[in-house]
T-cell receptor, first 114, second 115 residues
Framework: AQSVTQLDSQVPVFEEAPVELRCNYS??????LFWYVQYPNQGLQLLLK??????LVKGINGFEAEFNKSQTSFHLRKPSVHISDTAEYFC????????????FGPGTSLSVIP | DGGITQSPKYLFRKEGQNVTLSCEQN?????MYWYRQDPGQGLRLIYY???????QKGDIAEGYSVSREKKESFPLTVTSAQKNPTAFYLC??????????????FGAGTRLSVL
């Protein structure tokens, strides 16, 4: 079975500073990886996805993530955050080989400080 | 615009009462899902359905029921057997094949509280 760990439950960062949100997964088979963002009292929105190919994936709002198979990680980065990036971020994993349930991590709350 | 519509946005349940949360999608997706979200616990899968008239239990199905009579609709009933129903409920959908499979699209959620 797959599982997802997000090492930081809360990450405060000053506006215009860089940020990295960490995600590690475990799986015995090849996986698809996702990052979703949730603004207060809203549903989740897909930020980016890794399906195959280049390990550096670019998403919306200036975010990017790097798939590292040897370290089983998929960390999310942004070089300069804005107040509007304040939200909950979820890492998720599913098996590549067939339709499968998506397993979500517990989430990381990003707070951007003016 | 295509998307997923959840209603109502807020819902209150009295003791011993069943309540039903609505989820409708016009994305022509085969699969639909219900998640429960509690603070600090991420999303937990309640039920999912890959085809009309068929559905499977997720990790926390006890106290909940669903139906899938139409491809577009996947209502969730929170029964009186669910003793701690206060949570944020999210509905999602996805396609089942191709490179975009397993990418889930979410509704805006329903917040359920107990009176």
């Amino acid at each position: 079975a797959q599982s997802v760990t997000q090492l930081d439950s809360q990450v405060p960062v000053f506006e215009e500073a860089p940020v990295e949100l960490r995600c590690n997964y475990s799986s015995s088979v090849s996986v698809y990886l996702f990052w979703y963002v949730q603004y207060p009292n809203q549903g989740l929105q897909l930020l980016l996805k890794y399906l195959s190919g280049s390990t550096l994936v670019k998403g919306i709002n200036g975010f990017e993530a790097e798939f590292n198979k040897s370290q089983t990680s998929f960390h999310l980065r942004k070089p300069s955050v804005h107040i509007s990036d304040t939200a909950e971020y979820f890492c998720a994993v599913s098996r590549e080989t067939s339709y499968d349930k998506v397993i979500f991590g517990p989430g990381t709350s990003l707070s951007v400080i003016p | 615009d295509g998307g997923i519509t959840q209603s109502p946005k807020y819902l209150f349940r009295k003791e011993g009462q069943n309540v039903t949360l609505s989820c409708e999608q016009n994305l022509n997706h085969d699969a639909m899902y219900w998640y429960r979200q509690d603070p600090g616990q991420g999303l937990r899968l309640i039920y999912y359905s890959q085809i009309v008239n068929d559905f499977q239990k997720g990790d926390i199905a006890e106290g909940y029921s669903v139906s899938r009579e139409k491809k577009e609709s996947f209502p969730l009933t929170v029964t009186s057997a669910q003793k701690n129903p206060t949570a944020f409920y999210l509905c999602a959908s996805s396609i089942l094949s191709g490179r975009a499979k397993n990418i889930q699209y979410f509704g805006a959620g329903t917040r359920l509280s107990v009176l």
